[in-house]
T-cell receptor, first 113, second 114 residues
Framework: DGGITQSPKYLFRKEGQNVTLSCEQNLNHDAMYWYRQDPGQGLRLIYY???????QKGDIAEGYSVSREKKESFPLTVTSAQKNPTAFYLC????????????FGEGSRLTVL | GDSVTQMEGPVTLSEEAFLTINCTYT??????LFWYVQYPGEGLQLLLK?????DKGSNKGFEATYRKETTSFHLEKGSVQVSDSAVYFCALSEGIQGAQKLVFGQGTRLTINP
């Protein structure tokens, strides 16, 4: 079945460590996105990518990095520079030229100990 | 920039009650509008959408009408079920330099009691 796979589902990190969240899609979508979700705050955009080898900062990019070496993959690294990394992270994708509807993965919950 | 404001939650109703969750937006262009639903521990799923003024989106008994004159996209359901308990997000699509991004409201948590 076509969809978006995020891993790991749960991740624990010590302060000062970088962690990488995986996002893979087999929907043949060009655009991919990373959102952060905190309780009561909705979703905020971290980074997005429209094509391979290109990506743009979203509203809260500080302390995060991404890469887009393959169309199917858009990993997110949460660096030690991110001051408050404990959150639920959601990856999404969409096809170019559509109405903007996003398809989401099931999310990764990161907890900093 | 564009923004979405949702009715604050949490909302608690009894089974078979009528549901309305208010959503208003601010946009410079003519965005598409969406309602997404999130069940506990999961990602978001598209519930319904409308791409132009006066369009009505509908799915699983839920409806929302794109009202340009009031910049609103309120979600309604005539008779809710316990299985409708979830968090609901209103969103609009924003075109930025050729890319489409979704701007989300803060979410409304809905609990339906039997």
């Amino acid at each position: 079945d076509g969809g978006i796979t995020q891993s790991p589902k749960y991740l624990f990190r010590k302060e000062g460590q970088n962690v990488t969240l995986s996002c893979e899609q087999n929907l043949n979508h060009d655009a991919m996105y990373w959102y952060r979700q905190d309780p009561g705050q909705g979703l905020r955009l971290i980074y997005y990518s429209q094509i391979v080898n290109d990506f743009q900062k979203g509203d809260i990019a500080e302390g995060y990095s991404v890469s887009r070496e393959k169309k199917e993959s858009f990993p997110l690294t949460v660096t030690s520079a991110q001051k408050n990394p404990t959150a639920f992270y959601l990856c999404a994708s969409t096809r170019t030229g559509g109405s903007g509807e996003l398809f989401f993965g099931e999310g990764s919950r990161l907890t900093v100990l | 920039g564009d923004s979405v404001t949702q009715m604050e939650g949490p909302v608690t109703l009894s089974e078979e009650a009528f549901l309305t969750i208010n959503c208003t937006y601010t946009a410079t262009g003519y965005p598409s509008l969406f309602w997404y639903v999130q069940y506990p521990g999961e990602g978001l799923q598209l519930l319904l959408k409308a791409t132009k003024a006066d369009d009505k989106g509908s799915n699983k008994g839920f409806e929302a009408t794109y009202r340009k004159e009031t910049t609103s996209f309120h979600l309604e359901k005539g008779s809710v079920q316990v299985s409708d308990s979830a968090v609901y997000f209103c969103a609009l699509s924003e075109g930025i330099q050729g890319a489409q991004k979704l701007v989300f409201g803060q979410g409304t948590r809905l609990t339906i009691n039997p």
